[in-house]
Every structure is written in C-alpha cells, then in structure tokens.
C-alpha cells in the first residue's frame, strides 16, 4: 500500500476495501493535511447519505478559511447524479478542502464504476487498499507491518506469526508491533512462539490440521478450546479453507521437490511440504467435496447459520469424514 506524503494533496482516491488498510490511508491523509494546518476538520459522510445540494455545501470554501478533510465513503454506491457531483467538484477543489473518495472498486452503476477512473485522469493521488488474499501477499504485509513498527523479521518468524495469529489484518498489525517492543526488534520464530505461547494451541491452523488429517477427537478439542477463548468463529473457518485449497493445489503437482514447488505454487516451502504429507489421505474427489463443504461454512460464519459453532463442529467432522475416504 501506498503512503501520502506530507504534501497536502487536494484530491485523494483510496481504492478497495480492506478495512485496516482503508482506515490508515484516510489517517494518513488526514495526518498530511494537519501538518499544514493542525486545525483542519474530518467530516466523514456515506455518499448514498448525500444530496448534491449537501455536497455542495460540504465542499464550499469556509468562510472564515478553516480546513477541512472530506471523506465520501461508500463512493461504488453513488448514484448518477452524485458521481457528477463529485467530479465537478474534483475537477477545481476548493481552497482548503481535501476531497477524499472511498471506494471499493465496484459499483452498481455505470457512473459509480467509472469513477475511480475519472478521479485518476484528473491526477487524485491514489492509495491501493485491495483485500490480501494470496499468501505472498500476506507475508510481505507481515514484514512491512514489522518493519513500520522499527524492527526485522526473518521468513521463518513471518510464518510462525502467520501460523498462530491467523489472517485478520488488526491482529497482525497489533502483534507485529507487540514483538518489536519487546523483543528489541528482531523478531524470529523462536521470539513469536515465546510470545503466543499457549495461543498456537487453540489458533484455527490447529484445528484446521488435525481435521485434515483425520484426527476427530483432537480436531473437535482443538476448536472447543479455541471457541472458548475466543477465537473469531470466521478466522478458524479461514483456516481450514487455506487447508484444504493448499492440499488441492499442492497434490496437483504430486510429490515433486517442495522448494522448486514453492516458487511454482507462491507459498513457502515448509507449507507445501506439509500439505504434502497431509494429502495422502485425500483424492481429488474428496478435496473437491471438501471445498464444499469449507465454502458454505464461509457463508455460515459470516451470518447464514442460526448457530456458528454448531456450523464449525459440522464442517470439522465432515472434513474427518472425507479424509481417506478415497475415490
């Protein structure tokens, strides 16, 4: 992700819709423009909330010359005659006004999609938040996080961190931060495990492990202790998602050399040697059925099932289910 600098800028796109992301962009923004002017105003706003009479007025030069920070949020859902609205006043920004427009990168009208490509043509400064989803991805936010906070990490302490936090961007961050402090700044493997002591034993990765490899009695243990601590409902269904696609792709390429795999597959090499082992109990049949089923636990966890942890305990004992069931 890129930064703003200290420069005011009149104009400023944050585009995606990865929160954490989203969220220290418009800090960012905000922190440039009370360089120049400590007190300069935030004034947030949904665009669908908006008029463009309201908008007018939102981004009128202040009478008595107070800066001000607008931020549009929502900007994909604005309707024709908003997103004109905002380009008109895009196109000659008042004088001290910082326009900031929010968008994930959609849109359900033509215009709303289109305007992440018109603000560009007119030179807003742009900030990438798009979601991580690829583990590349997320081991380099890892380093960038730990490297923000003033400290290094090497590859095995980014994926012990990995391991046992999960994939929630705020945990992480805050964790990354955490190490630095107290390890003086140089975060390894042994330095994260010291520091989750405990908490990798109830981590979504546990339960997702034991699932895939059919172990039903620890599998069910290791996601009641997880649920009784507190282990976000959708972070453990992550987990076992990551599981099983990382064994659908890895046995794809069967048993070849797990560090010339690595580079082939984006993942590291101690990952793809796990899965390895863990596939042998798997056919592409169940793997596909095992997608299945890791795919509604997605929607479940996110507000489709009456009861989560019942939908977890579910798709735990259906993924023992398929494991060596060969077809």
């Given at each position: 992700?890129?930064?703003?600098?200290?420069?005011?800028?009149?104009?400023?796109?944050?585009?995606?819709?990865?929160?954490?992301?989203?969220?220290?962009?418009?800090?960012?923004?905000?922190?440039?423009?009370?360089?120049?002017?400590?007190?300069?105003?935030?004034?947030?706003?949904?665009?669908?909330?908006?008029?463009?009479?309201?908008?007018?007025?939102?981004l009128?030069?202040?009478l008595?010359?107070?800066?001000?920070?607008?931020?549009?949020?929502?900007?994909?859902?604005?309707?024709?005659?908003?997103a004109?609205?905002?380009?008109?006043?895009?196109?000659?920004?008042?004088?001290?006004?910082?326009?900031?427009?929010?968008?994930?990168?959609?849109?359900?009208?033509?215009?709303?999609?289109?305007?992440?490509?018109?603000?560009?043509?007119?030179d807003a400064?742009?900030?990438?938040?798009?979601?991580?989803?690829?583990?590349?991805?997320?081991?380099?936010?890892?380093?960038?996080?730990?490297?923000?906070a003033?400290?290094?990490?090497?590859?095995?302490?980014?994926?012990?961190?990995?391991?046992?936090?999960?994939?929630?961007?705020?945990?992480?961050?805050?964790?990354?931060?955490?190490?630095?402090?107290?390890?003086?700044?140089?975060?390894?493997?042994?330095?994260?495990?010291?520091?989750?002591?405990?908490?990798?034993?109830?981590?979504?990765?546990?339960?997702?492990?034991?699932?895939?490899?059919?172990?039903?009695?620890?599998?069910?243990?290791?996601?009641?202790?997880?649920?009784q601590?507190?282990?976000?409902?959708?972070?453990?269904?992550?987990?076992?998602?990551?599981?099983?696609?990382?064994i659908?792709r890895?046995?794809?390429?069967?048993?070849?050399?797990?560090?010339?795999?690595?580079?082939?597959?984006?993942?590291?090499?101690?990952?793809?040697?796990?899965?390895?082992?863990?596939?042998?109990?798997?056919?592409?049949?169940?793997?596909?059925?095992?997608?299945?089923?890791?795919?509604?636990?997605?929607?479940?966890?996110?507000?489709?099932?009456?009861?989560?942890?019942?939908?977890?305990?579910?798709?735990?004992?259906?993924?023992?289910?398929?494991?060596?069931?060969?077809?």
């Amino acid at each position: 992700m890129s930064s703003p600098s200290v420069v005011r800028d009149p104009l400023h796109l944050i585009l995606g819709d990865e929160e954490l992301l989203v969220e220290r962009a418009l800090h960012e923004t905000v922190g440039a423009a009370r360089a120049a002017d400590p007190e300069t105003e935030l004034r947030r706003i949904k665009v669908s909330e908006l008029t463009p009479p309201e908008l007018d007025e939102l981004l009128s030069p202040s009478l008595f010359a107070e800066s001000r920070v607008v931020a549009l949020e929502a900007a994909q859902d604005a309707g024709k005659e908003i997103a004109e609205a905002v380009l008109s006043h895009a196109r000659q920004p008042a004088e001290g006004v910082v326009l900031v427009v929010v968008h994930n990168g959609g849109g359900r009208g033509k215009n709303a999609k289109e305007l992440p490509g018109a603000l560009r043509k007119l030179d807003a400064r742009v900030t990438e938040c798009q979601k991580i989803t690829k583990p590349a991805q997320r081991e380099a936010f890892v380093k960038d996080e730990v490297r923000r906070a003033g400290g290094r990490i090497d590859a095995a302490g980014v994926s012990a961190l990995i391991e046992t936090v999960g994939f929630d961007l705020r945990e992480l961050s805050s964790s990354a931060s955490q190490l630095v402090a107290d390890t003086g700044g140089k975060v390894d493997e042994n330095a994260v495990r010291r520091y989750h002591r405990g908490r990798a034993e109830v981590t979504g990765f546990v339960v997702a492990e034991k699932s895939v490899t059919g172990d039903r009695a620890g599998a069910l243990e290791a996601l009641r202790w997880a649920l009784q601590l507190g282990v976000a409902h959708v972070l453990i269904a992550d987990a076992l998602a990551d599981s099983v696609r990382t064994i659908g792709r890895v046995a794809a390429y069967g048993r070849g050399d797990p560090f010339r795999l690595a580079g082939e597959l984006g993942m590291p090499a101690w990952k793809v040697k796990k899965a390895q082992a863990q596939s042998r109990g798997w056919s592409s049949t169940t793997v596909a059925d095992a997608l299945q089923v890791v795919a509604a636990l997605n929607g479940e966890v996110k507000g489709m099932a009456a009861d989560a942890d019942y939908a977890l305990e579910r798709a735990v004992r259906r993924l023992v289910d398929l494991h060596s069931t060969r077809a």
